[in-house]
């Protein structure tokens, strides 16, 4: 059973533009989500996390969104850079052990 | 900067056949996971450990699948026999409570090829 979703499986945009990569999940067990983001040949690395008391959390031009209610959350990334091209997925654990369930990975191209 | 060390990076192996991975984790980090990602999914637990003990093998294949961590640091994955199905990506990850809560730094991974 999938549940952590990334229904997107590739964006791509203009350099300086906003990307918005979004995630889906089923499990209301969940209550810490994350943002890895993998280059080819590397592993996934950390970029930004929210609790799952929080709306909103913001690092530089990163931004991540979490609607509870809707058990939707999303990333922001403004301006968007070349560099920011790669595959990003959402994560997400339950209160109760660091048992991360990932979703498939949206791959962000930005174009110059 | 620490880093998570995994060897090979690239492994090619006839069904059948016994391979292995190792994984060294950032020094200090007790918790250690071996993940395994196929093409087009994201990454998904194989096992977890907490220091030298198995915390999460739920999702391991144990009929072909073994993992250690004999001292609590480095650890090793083996798959025996091989199979064809079992061409993925093997990441191995650690993470300390002091890291900031459920983030897990990952290895560059081994790419293993079945034939």
């Known amino acids: 059973d999938q549940q952590v979703k990334q229904n997107s499986p590739s964006l791509s945009v203009q350099e300086g533009r906003i990307s918005i990569l979004n995630c889906d999940y089923t499990n209301s067990m969940f209550d810490y989500f994350l943002w890895y983001k993998k280059y080819p040949a590397e592993g996934p690395t950390f970029l930004i996390s929210i609790s799952s008391i929080k709306d909103k959390n913001e690092d530089g031009r990163f931004t991540v969104f979490l609607n509870k209610s809707a058990k939707h959350l999303s990333l922001h990334i403004v301006p968007s850079q070349p560099g920011d091209s790669a595959v990003y997925f959402c994560a997400a654990v339950p209160g109760s052990r660091n048992d991360m369930r990932f979703g498939a990975g949206t791959r962000l191209t930005v174009k110059p | 900067e620490a880093e998570v060390a995994q060897s090979p990076r690239y492994k090619i192996t006839e069904k059948s056949q016994a391979v292995a991975f190792w994984c060294d984790p950032i020094s200090g980090h007790a918790t250690l996971y071996w993940y395994r990602q196929i093409l087009g999914q994201g990454p998904e637990l194989l096992v977890q450990f907490q220091d030298e003990s198995v915390v999460d093998d739920s999702q391991l294949p144990k009929d072909r699948f073994s993992a250690e961590r004999l001292k609590g640091v480095d650890s090793t994955l083996k798959i025996q026999p091989a199979e064809l199905g079992d061409s993925a990506m093997y990441l191995c990850?650690?993470?300390?409570?002091?890291?900031?809560?459920?983030?897990?730094?990952f290895g560059p991974g081994t790419r293993l090829t079945v034939t």
């Open positions: 990850a650690s993470s300390s409570p002091g890291t900031g809560a459920y983030e897990q730094y």
